[in-house]
């Protein structure tokens, strides 16, 4: 129990001289601190989203790939895939059994036999929906995770610049006094620290959730690949 109020105690005590350091710094650096401060929460904001987001994709686009590969009747599939609506790689399969569907049903309709070249030119159009469609979901999930690049790319440039900043005025400070005091030169180191600290707070998450975000849109894009490849060939091995 001593120990539990010991660290909050301490914890109080450096959130105070963390507030007292940032009140007592600088313009520029308050104004880094503030941009440093707005990007880690539009980050947070974005990464709570797409976790949601991909979490949905995931468990959805498993059971499509299930119901996939464990059944051969395309309408069936297609009615089934049609509820899945969060899962990317189900979109994908339905652009391309809707774009089967249409231009076989159009064709027939015309007296056109579907055999030989036809064949080919009905998987080609298939295709061709499938890719815009792969296209437009991995766009969809995307949005967002540009910003999510750019925080942690950007984020601990700032806080270097901040450092770089606070360290130049310690040196100006000691150039003024013509002593390196503790106390002269301290709150310009602290301007420094604060500044680098404040950067890798907004980096760091930002850093592992665009990879991790990078690695499972990897996963939904091959999924949609295989899915259409087995598609394709269903179709010209079928003849129609």
């Given amino acids: 129990m001593i120990t539990t109020l010991n660290f909050a105690a301490n914890s109080l005590i450096g959130g105070l001289q963390l507030a007292e350091t940032v009140k007592n710094s600088s313009l520029l650096v308050n104004i880094m601190l503030f941009v440093l401060i707005i990007a880690s929460v539009i980050s947070l904001a974005i990464i709570a989203a797409k976790f949601v987001q991909y979490r949905k994709a995931a468990l959805e686009t498993k059971k499509f790939v299930d119901i996939f590969w464990k059944n051969k009747d395309l309408e069936g599939v297609a009615a089934k895939a049609g509820m899945l609506v969060n899962s990317p790689v189900s979109s994908v399969f339905t652009a391309g059994y809707a774009e089967f569907k249409d231009t076989k049903e159009s064709w027939e309709d015309k007296g056109i036999v579907i055999v030989g070249g036809k064949v080919d030119e009905l998987a080609a159009n298939v295709d061709r929906a499938m890719r815009r469609e792969t296209h437009a979901r991995i766009q969809l999930l995307e949005n967002g995770l540009?910003?999510?690049?750019?925080?942690?790319?950007?984020?601990?440039?700032?806080?270097?610049?901040?450092?770089?900043?606070?360290?130049?005025?310690?040196?100006?400070?000691?150039?003024?006094?013509?002593?390196?005091?503790?106390?002269?030169?301290?709150?310009?180191?602290?301007?420094?620290?604060?500044?680098?600290?404040?950067?890798?707070?907004?980096?760091?998450?930002?850093?592992?959730?665009?990879?991790?975000?990078?690695?499972?849109?990897?996963?939904f894009e091959n999924e949609s690949v295989n899915i259409a490849a087995d598609f394709l060939n269903q179709i010209k091995r079928s003849n129609v």
């Fill in 146 to 219: 540009s910003f999510l690049a750019t925080t942690a790319t950007a984020s601990p440039f700032i806080g270097l610049f901040g450092t770089v900043y606070g360290i130049m005025n310690a040196f100006q400070e000691i150039g003024k006094t013509g002593s390196a005091t503790l106390g002269s030169i301290a709150p310009h180191l602290s301007d420094a620290l604060v500044t680098t600290a404040f950067g890798l707070i907004a980096a760091i998450p930002a850093s592992v959730a665009f990879n991790y975000f990078n690695a499972q849109l990897q996963k």
